[in-house]
């Protein structure tokens, strides 16, 4: 289980599961979701929000992991940009250790 921070001011933060991760590079969340300035803001995390919600509804197979996913941590009250630019650090750092490993 990992903690990340949600807000600048450090009094929010959220718990990251390994099968958040796992579902995360199941479905390549993450890929293509930035744009070229590197900026995550809102809109980046309103991106990952429909790109989610398309994946679900054009899915045929059981999508539980995806919604836990949803659920847990990217429909969460304290899920902002900021939250978001910590988990997508947090995966880097998991995918790299992983393939160390």
Same mark, same amino acid.
């Given at each position: 289980? +990992?903690? %990340?921070?949600?807000? *600048?001011?450090?009094?929010?933060?959220?718990?990251? =599961?390994?099968? @958040?991760?796992?579902?995360?590079?199941? +479905? =390549? #969340?993450?890929?293509?979701? %930035?744009? =070229?300035?590197?900026? &995550?803001?809102e809109s980046v995390l309103d991106k990952l929000k429909l790109n989610i919600r398309s994946l679900i509804a054009s899915m045929e197979e059981n =999508?539980? $992991?995806?919604? $836990? #996913?949803? %659920? $847990? &941590?990217? +429909? @969460?009250?304290?899920?902002? *940009?900021?939250? #978001?630019?910590?988990?997508?650090?947090? +995966? %880097?750092?998991?995918?790299? $250790?992983?393939?160390? *490993?």
């Amino acid at each position: 289980m +990992y903690t %990340i921070q949600t807000n *600048a001011s450090g009094t929010r933060s959220m718990e990251i =599961s390994e099968t @958040h991760l796992e579902t995360i590079e199941k +479905y =390549s #969340l993450f890929q293509g979701l %930035i744009d =070229s300035n590197g900026i &995550v803001d809102e809109s980046v995390l309103d991106k990952l929000k429909l790109n989610i919600r398309s994946l679900i509804a054009s899915m045929e197979e059981n =999508s539980k $992991d995806l919604l $836990d #996913l949803c %659920i $847990d &941590v990217i +429909y @969460h009250n304290n899920m902002k *940009a900021f939250g #978001l630019h910590q988990l997508i650090l947090l +995966y %880097i750092n998991w995918k790299r $250790d992983k393939e160390t *490993a």
